[in-house]
């Protein structure tokens, strides 16, 4: 059962444009929706993580808008660079004890590539 | 700091092989979990220990194991190898794991490819 459904599956932009990835969740226990990054040959390292008690998280070129009535959240990243090519990963886990407890749930990752 | 780190980065096994993955965890992070990564079902939680004790399991099969010892190094263990094995497997350390919805450090990973 696939909880968290990552759009789109890959995505080309020029540098300078504003990359989107859109993630929507199921399971209204999740409490907790970080963004990773991930480049060839590398494991994944967190971006950028919000909670639902925020609307908009920013850090650096980073954003993450989140939207709990609809159970979606996006990835925006401002005047993209060539080094942001990467694959970008959502995830999403609940601090409760349930089926989603203490292990992140990831969507299936969106390759973003940032021509120059 | 060093980062967690996973040996060896590539291992090639033939079907029905048995299979160790281990991992060191950053110093002071007391969680370990794994995750594999494949590109058909992306990346999916196999389990977490923490202080020596599985504390969380994903879905899969009884093949799959781990554990982890007293310096909270952890090791993953296949055995009867098949050919689905084939994937990335992921280390990630915490501080204090389930619960807390803290920060993951990845390693780079161990490449397994069953033939």
């Known amino acids: 059962q696939q909880q968290v459904k990552q759009s789109p599956q890959s995505l080309i932009v020029q540098k300078g444009g504003i990359p989107i990835i859109n993630c929507a969740y199921e399971n209204t226990a999740f409490d907790y929706f970080p963004w990773y990054q991930q480049f060839p040959g590398k494991g994944p390292a967190l971006l950028i993580a919000?909670?639902?008690?925020?609307s908009e998280k920013k850090e650096g070129r980073f954003t993450i808008s989140f939207n709990k009535s609809a159970k979606q959240f996006s990835l925006h990243i401002m005047d993209s660079q060539p080094g942001d090519s990467a694959t970008y990963f959502c995830?999403?886990?609940?601090?409760?004890?349930?089926?989603?407890?203490?292990?992140?749930?990831f969507g299936q990752g969106t390759i973003l590539t940032v021509h120059p | 700091k060093a980062g967690v780190t996973q040996t060896p980065r590539y291992l090639i096994k033939t079907r029905g092989q048995q299979v160790t993955l281990s991992c060191s965890p950053i110093s002071g992070h007391r969680s370990v979990s794994w995750y594999q990564q494949t590109p058909g079902q992306g990346l999916q939680f196999l389990f977490e220990?923490?202080?020596?004790?599985?504390?969380n399991k994903g879905n899969f099969p009884g093949r799959f194991s781990g554990r982890q010892f007293s310096n909270s190094r952890s090791e993953m263990n296949v055995s009867t190898l098949e050919l689905g094995d084939s994937a990335l497997y992921l280390c990630a350390s915490s501080e204090h794991g389930q619960g807390y919805n803290e920060k993951l450090f990845f390693g780079s990973g161990t490449q397994l490819s069953v033939l």
């Open positions: 220990y923490f202080s020596e004790t599985q504390r």
């Open positions: 919000i909670r639902p008690d925020v």
């Open positions: 995830a999403a886990s609940a601090a409760l004890p349930g089926t989603s407890y203490g292990k992140l749930t």
